[in-house]
């Protein structure tokens, strides 16, 4: 387990609960998705699973099955992205969990995206947390935890993961991206997913990072006139609207520091040299601040129930500090 980077508290549980062989019937993983918890749970397990020692555990048969999410007594609930958890799944999960283990001691369900489950299949997996069969351990992750029954909760053992140290996130996405990886952008990256190394590696494949650069011309193309500012943001859905606004946050970040003097600190050194750079640098120090509180309110209302199109309206204006 010793491979669980920067999340020595719930390393430290773990590792404490086989050690001691006290382990629990239900574990709640929580914390910002792409921090570990998934990598943390199938660590854990060979820990419990495998005959070789718990620092090296991860490199046999066994281990290799749990990785790959095929073992026959591990059990999975992976939810599509945004599809709730059919109620069916619980019960076939119920099903299989009566049975006894085909070549281990125990037992074990993992419950990807644990908020994804609605009314009718939290009541089912309520009723199992209830009484769970012998030998059986739950894992159920979220990064969502309000979003979960209290009942269910409350029948679980909270294991809290966090964002990462810069540092730790920048060293994961260098290893475990699958492709070359420059420092720069690799420190760039663990700061732009405020220290969550999946969710980088995901922008890394995603097209995030040519849109970094549309973006900048978009808003350079604003700069001469500022009645552009009224015209409205040309890209209008939800997702798109906050990975932009993302990105104005990371760059006026950068801006307001390469203000200060403290160039070092600045994530994406090229701002400097940008028409970007020019078309704000005749703004106050407070006044960049101001614009990047309106905006992480404005992500914020995106997240949450604004129409996207209004926020597509607002943006510019909003960026022009007006
Ligand atoms: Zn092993």
């Given at each position: 387990m010793k491979n669980i980077k920067?999340?020595?508290?719930?390393?430290?549980?773990?590792?404490?609960s086989v050690k001691t062989?006290?382990?629990?019937?239900?574990?709640?993983?929580?914390?910002?998705?792409g921090v570990g918890k998934l990598f943390s749970a199938k660590r854990f397990l060979m820990a419990i699973l495998c005959k070789e020692d718990m620092d090296i555990a991860g490199t046999c048969a066994v281990c290799s099955r749990v990785e790959k999410k095929i073992h026959p007594d591990i059990l999975w609930v992976t939810p599509e992205k945004?599809?709730?958890?059919?109620?069916?799944?619980?019960?076939?999960?119920?099903?299989?969990?009566?049975?006894k283990p085909f070549e281990s001691v125990i037992n074990a369900a993992i419950i990807e995206d644990a908020h994804m489950l609605r009314r009718e299949s939290s009541n089912a997996l309520l009723k199992i947390l209830e009484?769970?069969?012998?030998g059986t351990i739950f894992i159920l992750?979220?990064?969502?935890?309000?979003?979960?029954?209290?009942?269910?909760?409350s029948r679980c053992i909270e294991v809290k993961f966090h964002p990462l140290p810069i540092d730790d996130a920048k060293n994961i996405i260098i290893h475990e991206a699958g492709v070359f990886v420059a420092s720069e952008m690799a420190e760039f990256l663990a700061h732009f997913a405020e220290g969550s190394p999946g969710r980088a590696i995901e922008i890394l494949k995603s097209e995030v990072l040519s849109?970094?650069?549309?973006?900048?011309?978009?808003?350079?193309?604003?700069?001469?006139d500022e009645?552009?500012?009224?015209?409205?943001?040309?890209?209008?859905?939800?997702?798109?609207?906050i990975e932009d606004v993302e990105i104005f946050i990371m760059y006026l970040r950068d801006i307001a520091i390469a203000k200060e003097g403290m160039i070092k600190y600045v994530v994406d050194k090229s701002i400097v040299d940008s028409?970007?750079?020019?078309?704000?640098?005749?703004?106050?120090?407070?006044?960049?601040?101001?614009?990047?509180?309106?905006?992480?309110?404005?992500?914020?209302?995106?997240?949450?129930?604004?129409?996207?199109?209004?926020?597509?309206?607002?943006?510019?204006?909003?960026?022009?500090?007006?």
């Open positions: 920067g999340q020595n508290s719930a390393r430290k549980f773990l590792e404490n062989g006290r382990i629990a019937n239900s574990y709640l993983f929580t914390g910002p998705s945004n599809k709730n958890i059919k109620i069916d799944e619980i019960r076939a999960l119920k099903d299989r969990l009566s049975l009484e769970p069969p012998e992750i979220t990064n969502k935890k309000e979003t979960l029954l209290p009942t269910i909760i849109r970094r650069g549309e973006i900048l011309g978009m808003v350079e193309q604003m700069a001469p009645k552009y500012f009224y015209a409205g943001w040309k890209h209008e859905s939800k997702d798109d609207i028409l970007w750079y020019k078309m704000f640098e005749r703004y106050s120090i407070d006044k960049i601040y101001m614009i990047i509180e309106r905006l992480v309110a404005l992500k914020k209302a995106v997240e949450g129930n604004i129409n996207p199109k209004l926020a597509a309206q607002i943006l510019p204006r909003e960026l022009s500090g007006c």
